[in-house]
């Protein structure tokens, strides 16, 4: 019997499949996963190398709309601005200006994160192993796991990281995928092993679910019902 055929079945521990016509169930985003590995939700990739990416990403992230960082990184690349050896004051009076009557939140804070970064850019080694290549990024200034995990996960369609943000996690608590006392501030790497397994257990790629995963929820993430998902299975 298929997998599909059995809605209460344990994929993962605290995890049931759920059915395909329940919106956030892991059927649910096994489907969606599968779109976004044939283009549905658009590529990834956000620069045309990894220093456009690490300074899309940076620029990006918690608390900026997605839309005011993609606008913040693209004025930046067409003003020639991405390099190593630019000055934090020059970044931060580009970021400074209006995006269309609104304003970019901390310019300065992340005109210097960006400066610094770059700087460094040269000296970082690209390592082979997706996990070693995203903690030494990592260690640059002002990126996380998370924003690390996101320019590894864009610049080489990885499934050995996840770009765990307020989105994917809220999805994967609804599922029982992360515990409420799990904080990707402390436990990034293991909600991360539980999301890789997740996307194993579905047969898709890590990518592509992560992917699926945010263009859904932020389209349509405030339908999502506070009570546990496998608590309306039947």
Not at 73 to 84: G, H, P
Request: net charge positive; charged share 25%; aromatic share 10%.
């Amino acid at each position: 019997m298929e997998i599909q055929s059995k809605p209460k079945l344990e994929i993962m521990p605290g995890v049931q499949f759920g059915r395909v016509d329940d919106v956030f169930s892991p059927a649910f985003w096994g489907e969606m996963a599968k779109a976004a590995q044939h283009g549905a939700f658009g590529g990834i990739q956000l620069g045309s190398d990894l220093c456009e990416e690490i300074a899309a990403c940076l620029l990006g992230g918690y608390g900026m709309p997605a839309e005011m960082g993609l606008a913040a990184f693209n004025r930046l690349k067409e003003r020639a601005l991405l390099y190593s050896g630019v000055m934090a004051i020059t970044l931060e009076t580009a970021l400074s200006e209006p995006f269309n009557g609104r304003k970019y939140r901390f310019p300065r804070q992340k005109a210097r994160f960006l400066a610094a970064s770059l700087d460094r850019l040269p000296r970082l080694q690209e390592s082979q192993c997706d996990l070693t290549f995203r903690d030494d990024l990592a260690t640059l200034p002002g990126v996380g796991l998370k924003t690390a995990s996101w320019v590894v996960r864009n610049r080489r369609y990885s499934d050995h990281v996840a770009v765990l943000d307020v989105h994917i996690i809220r999805a994967g608590r609804y599922i029982g995928l992360f515990t409420p006392s799990m904080d990707p501030s402390r436990h990034y790497r293991i909600m991360e092993d539980r999301f890789i397994s997740l996307a194993r257990a579905l047969g898709v790629r890590a990518a592509d679910l992560d992917s699926a995963m945010w263009q859904v929820m932020r389209s349509i993430g405030y339908l999502l019902p506070g009570t546990p998902y496998r608590k309306h299975l039947v």
